[in-house]
């Protein structure tokens, strides 16, 4: 590695590790990265316009895709094959991401304890007790008088507003018990 820029200290605060650099791919410096969060890492570097990988520091997404079972990822700061290859099993890590997840097309993020409302009913079916599943697929997490349930928070009868989710007309057996 030519040094460059390189940075010794650590990623920004709130960054996220995803992923490890593999080896290199063509002779512009593009390089592969093996995913190790398994859940939204792809996602998160697809989304990112910055990343932070260990020993080369801050960079400008150029182009990320899937290459078989690997990525193939692309940085402004790294034009050669000799620097892609000065990087092997560096961590690639992206900025937070929080508008990905939980949210909307709103970009509505449902705070724990919003109730839930199924159609018009004058009462809650539940509350919100979190997000889980990834940034492109959230699932809302809702507590339930019989027990636990996720919702996908993209489905097209799924509502976040300021106060509530409300839920229009859901697939049959959605909200069952297991």
């Known amino acids: 590695m030519d040094g460059a820029g390189a ?6 605060e709130g960054y996220v590790a995803v992923g490890r650099v593999g ?3 063509g002779l512009r410096g593009a390089f592969r990265v093996r ?9 998160l570097l697809a989304a990112a316009e910055r990343v932070w990988i260990d020993g080369l520091g801050d960079a400008r997404v150029v182009s990320f895709a899937p290459h078989g079972r690997d990525h193939l990822l692309s940085v402004d700061r790294v034009r050669r094959v000799e ?5 092997l099993h560096a961590v690639v890590h992206v900025p937070p991401s929080p508008d990905a997840i939980g ?16 159609d018009d009913a004058p009462r809650p ?7 889980d599943g990834t940034p492109l697929q959230p699932l809302l997490r809702i507590a339930t008088a019989t027990g636990p349930r996720y919702l996908p928070a993209h489905a097209p009868y799924v509502r ?3 106060d509530a989710v409300r839920l229009s007309d859901p697939p049959e057996g959605l ?4």
Do not use: F, N, W
């Open 103 to 118: 949210t909307d097309a709103s970009g509505a993020v449902p705070a724990p304890g919003t109730p839930v409302y199924l």
């Open 23 to 25: 080896r290199s791919h």
């Open 7 to 12: 940075s010794s200290s650590g990623p920004p």
């Open 160 to 162: 976040i507003d300021d």
């Open 35 to 43: 995913i190790d969060r398994p859940l939204g890492g792809a996602e």
């Open 125 to 131: 079916i539940g509350t919100v007790e979190g997000v």
């Open 175 to 178: 909200l069952d018990e297991a």
């Open 83 to 87: 620097l892609a290859k000065g990087l």
